[in-house]
T-cell receptor, first 112, second 112 residues
Framework: EDQVTQSPEALRLQEGESSSLNCSYT??????LFWYRQDPGKGPEFLFT???AGEEKEKERLKATLTKKESFLHITAPKPEDSATYLCAVQAHSEYGNKLVFGAGTILRVKS | KAGVTQTPRYLIKTRGQQVTLSCSPISGHRSVSWYQQTPGQGLQFLFE???????NKGNFPGRFSGRQFSNSRSEMNVSTLELGDSALYLC???????????FGSGTQLSVL
């Protein structure tokens, strides 16, 4: 069964204090690994898709990396507006398409 | 370009009632997926529709059903509501199967 585990569950950072969020997964045939950001009262907002081990993507202060067993979301010099829940999801090869299996998320709080 | 629109935003029902939630995808998107989000279980896949056909279904009882119309708009229905159905129901659309998902803000359902 496809599984996604995110750690830590919650993370408190001071503004400017860089850190990483982890997403480990087991899936039968990875089609893609997705990172989303979710703010309170809103739906998840797409950040990145990674398809193969070794791939990296960056957007502003965020950088996502992928290995065969896990993905990291690196946050460099975070700001208070980066506070949100960060969700990782995997999509497995399937003739039936677009099902994503989500992790429980990491709640990030950045204090000024 | 308008995002994914879900209505209503909030809904309060009592046990045993049924409810219908609506989702309008981003213009041009033909794939619509539904997810249930609760604090305990996180985001769980309900079902996915593409071109009016259900492509995939999650592990939910038959009380949960959905459909997609020719204009790609989708509805999901929950019959005989139970207290445990209280959750945020999220709709997501994508251009095609396997593409990144764009989520709406969700419908917060409370069952009393």
């Amino acid at each position: 069964e496809d599984q996604v585990t995110q750690s830590p569950e919650a993370l408190r950072l001071q503004e400017g204090e860089s850190s990483s969020l982890n997403c480990s997964y087991t899936v039968s045939g990875l089609r893609g690994l997705f990172w989303y950001r979710q703010d309170p009262g809103k739906g998840p907002e797409f950040l990145f898709t990674l398809y193969s081990a070794g791939e990296e993507k960056e957007k502003e202060r965020l950088k996502a990396t992928l290995t065969k067993k896990e993905s990291f979301l690196h946050i460099t010099a975070p700001k208070p507006e980066d506070s949100a829940t960060y969700l990782c999801a995997v999509q497995a090869h399937s003739e039936y398409g677009n099902k994503l299996v989500f992790g429980a998320g990491t709640i990030l709080r950045v204090k000024s | 370009k308008a995002g994914v629109t879900q209505t209503p935003r909030y809904l309060i029902k009592t046990r045993g009632q049924q409810v219908t939630l609506s989702c309008s995808p981003i213009s041009g998107h033909r794939s619509v997926s539904w997810y249930q989000q609760t604090p305990g279980q996180g985001l769980q896949f309900l079902f996915e529709y593409f071109s009016e056909t259900q492509r995939n279904k999650g592990n939910f009882p038959g009380r949960f059903s959905g459909r997609q119309f020719s204009n790609s708009r989708s509805e999901m229905n929950v019959s005989t509501l139970e207290l445990g159905d209280s959750a945020l129901y999220l709709c997501a659309s994508s251009l095609a199967v396997g593409e990144k998902l764009f989520f709406g803000s969700g419908t917060q359902l409370s069952v009393l």
